[in-house]
């Protein structure tokens, strides 16, 4: 049940609307996604891009099959709660399938700047200053060409030498030319009922690693440093965290029918990849999941860094508890929960909050499936993607607790610096 305690200490209100987050995400068809590339939703940065203290809105924006949809969104904050669409006049001007975003300072100039990730070639947003971005992808040495479907990312500096590197987990390697329609193969069904194929059945992609030359561009060191011994996986979710405390940014990675990704930081710029043995890999049993939104947090206190981790639906929702950190041999052993309740289905994301001395998760997920009325009735989507009025049509809000069942539905939420919740939210 959900406690009186608990209704007084989180008391959400969506304002978004009020509060001038009017504008309509688009990430693929609303009706029918053809492609798995239409059934992702996209990432959310908050961060003070101009510097007047008060915390700003960066939304990415996609497309459909079409072309429609239009630029990401960015918000300025006013201090007093209201937010403007100043996307145009800050240059934010690149269109497409925008996917995930994280926020760091690259350049140490004391400006956020921002990396877009996409489906095509990710886009680095250099913060010029004065309310404006310049677009910088080639000048960084960054690709500017290719197919690949960039999904999270994360700016930390893997080698201490004060500067912000990159890591950018890519999903599937997509060929829409290649790829059967809804139905058309054994993969491009769920629950017996046609959906977009994959990831199953289609190409892997290989994560990235970008190393800051200090110089306003990148290299990439993927091979040198072992991001690429573990091969190609369905990347989705990406935190950088020390999780063993050896004080060198360590990186997971939620991947989708893959074994997820934990990279131990050896501290000499290479890195070894440690998921089976410290427990997060696959699941309590094992078993793969489809791993999706990840977050960290010490949620017990023991002063190691934790994971949670959404997975699709019909799974459970995944938290790792980080049993000794440095103590072991072995780099930190997880265990998996199992008391946590059903993934809401489709892509997720939790955040901590912390009030009142406790530590909350909470989750968004989303429904890709077109189903019947008849099955969604049944379903657990209907159960537990109830729908929300998040400023993304597509994104349905539910909120739980660690240590309850889920009781709840349709909690409408209230934006709140560091507590804004969509797929692939980066903060540096
Ligand atoms: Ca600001
Ligand atoms: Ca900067
Ligand atoms: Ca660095
Ligand atoms: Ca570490």
Known sequence: MISLAFAAELNFIDRGSDAGLKETNTFGGKTQKTFILESTGNGVAIFDYDGDGHNDIFIANGTTLQGEGGPSFLYHNDGKGNFTLVSDAAGITKKGWAQGVCAGDYDNDGRTDLLVTYYGTNVLYRNLGNGRFADVTKQAGLPVTGVRWGAGCSFTDYDRDGKLDLFISNYVDLDMNATPKPGQDPTCQFKGLPTACGPRGLPAAANVLYHNNGDGTFTDVSVPAGILKPGRRYGLGVVAADFDNDGWPDIYVACDMTPSLLYHNLGNGKFEER?????????????????????????????????????????????????????????????????????????????????????????TGTCIRKWSKARLEKSICRKLCCTGTWVTASLQTSVRTVDRPFKRCGLRAEWRPGIWMATGIRRS
């Open 275 to 363: 998921a089976v043995e410290s427990g997060v890999a696959y699941n309590f049993d094992g078993r793969l999941q489809a791993g999706m939104g990840v977050a960290v947090a010490d949620y017990d206190g023991n002063g190691f860094l934790d994971i949670a981790k959404t997975n699709f639906s019909g799974d459970l929702t995944s938290l790792f508890k980080n049993e000794d950190g440095s103590s072991s041999a072995m780099f930190p052993r997880m265990r998996a929960w199992r008391r946590t309740s059903y993934s809401a289905g489709g892509l997720s994301s939790w955040m901590w909050i912390t009030t009142g001395g406790k530590i909350w998760l909470w989750q």
